[in-house]
Each structure stands twice: as C-alpha cells, then as structure tokens.
C-alpha cells in the first residue's frame, strides 16, 4: 500500500468510447502525475499537477485529458483512443519542495488500459 | 533531452548471486532514486540518494550517488525469487520533474 490508489485497475473500451481514470492519493502531497508505460519503452511523464494547476503537458495527444480538482484527485479522461494507446497508465504523487530536488514520487498500482 | 542509460537491460541469475545495474547521464544532478516494479504492479521506491558519494542501504540492496553526479549503481545481494521485477533509476531535473532510465529487467532462477 503506497498511498495512492488508482481506479480502474483494468479497463476495455472501445475507440469511440469515452471513459476515466482515477487516482487518489492519501500522502497529504502537492504534485501528481499522470505516467503513461508501454511495452519495452521508459516510463513516460504524461501530466503534472502542483498545488492543482497544471505545470507541463509534454505534447500529450488531445484525446488524453486531465482533471486535477483537488490535491488529493486527479483524472485522466479518455475520448476516441487508439489502439496504439494501450498501455499501464501510473498516477504518482509527491511533495515538491521549491528550491530543492529532494522530490521523491510515489506511484500507485497501476490502470491496465486496452483499446480495440 | 536529457536520457538516462541504464544497463544491462535485462539479467538473468541462479539464486544466491549479486546482482549489479548502473545508471549514467550526460548531465550533473542532484539526486538519484531507484524503484522497483513488480509485475503488473506500479513502481516502489527502493532507495533515494541526494548527496555526491553517498552509499545507502535498504536491506540486501546498497546504492551509490556517483562522485561525479553523473551516474548511480544499486547492487542487490544474495538474490532471492522475489526479486524478480524492474528496476528503475530516476533524477530530477531542475523543474522537480523525474525522468526514469530504460530498466533492468531481473529474473532469478530458484
């Protein structure tokens, strides 16, 4: 148990479907992350949220969209996916402190995402 | 950008023997974590090291914060089934933000 707990852990859709991730954390932390990790591929940094707003995007297609209504939340809201997109998407969270590079993240366990 | 190269990318060992994996980077940094992922899991943090030089312990693995800041290593003792997984290493950049290194893929032979 590492604190954040993402929802669902595995999920099917359809291309035209539309559907959401969620992850909460319970570390009382400022900054989650949405990651995206795909086969044979480095984890990749998809969103950040601290203190709730939005701090880089890294060119992640539209049909990825993020909520961050609170500190504790964040969503990943999905719309006409493609095959391509499946993949192990990973919340994480962490307490920035400014100034410092002291930034240890804490993942969850992980939304099995399939697209057909 | 900055890349992080990790090696080997895959090991497989008998029981009982130490494992060796490093990471490298053509930039300087602050800080090095390493993480483990089990299968179907998401990634755990093992060890954080903040400091040039500094060797950590967590259990049968030790990891070392390169003189250069320009490298990590995580050794892991006596293996074990259990340590089948991932590793990954990760350093922030100067936005906070982590980047991960490829992963070492372990598999242990009982």
């Known amino acids: 148990e590492t604190g954040v707990t993402q929802t669902p852990r595995h999920l099917v859709m359809g291309m035209t479907n539309k559907k959401s991730l969620k992850c909460e954390q319970h570390?009382?932390?400022?900054?989650m992350y949405w990651y995206k990790q795909s086969a044979k591929k480095p984890l990749e940094l998809m969103f950040v949220?601290?203190?709730?707003?939005?701090?880089e995007n890294n060119s992640v297609p539209s049909r990825f969209s993020p909520e961050c209504p609170n500190s504790s939340h964040l969503f990943l809201h999905l719309h006409t996916l493609q095959p391509e997109d499946s993949a192990l998407y990973l919340c994480?969270?962490?307490?920035?402190?400014?100034?410092?590079?002291?930034?240890?993240?804490?993942f969850g366990e992980g939304s099995w995402l399939t697209v057909v | 950008g900055q890349q992080l190269n990790q090696s080997p990318q895959s090991m497989f060992i008998q029981e009982g023997e130490d494992v060796s994996m490093n990471c490298t980077s053509s930039?300087?940094?602050?800080?090095w974590l390493w993480y483990k992922q089990d299968p179907g899991e998401g990634p755990v943090l093992l060890i954080a090291?903040?400091?040039?030089?500094e060797l950590t312990s967590n259990g049968r693995l030790t990891a070392q914060f390169g003189i250069t800041r320009k490298d990590s290593f995580l050794n892991i003792s006596a293996s074990i089934p259990s340590d089948v997984g991932i590793y990954f290493c990760?350093?922030?950049?100067?936005?906070?933000?982590?980047?991960f290194g490829g992963g070492t893929r372990l598999m242990v032979k009982p």
């Open positions: 949220y601290s203190l709730e707003e939005r701090v």
């Open positions: 570390l009382g932390h400022n900054a």
């Open positions: 090291l903040y400091k040039a030089g």
């Open positions: 990760a350093n922030a950049n100067a936005g906070n933000m982590l980047t």
């Open positions: 930039s300087i940094f602050n800080t």
């Open positions: 994480a969270s962490s307490q920035v402190t400014w100034g410092t590079e002291e930034n240890t993240i804490y």
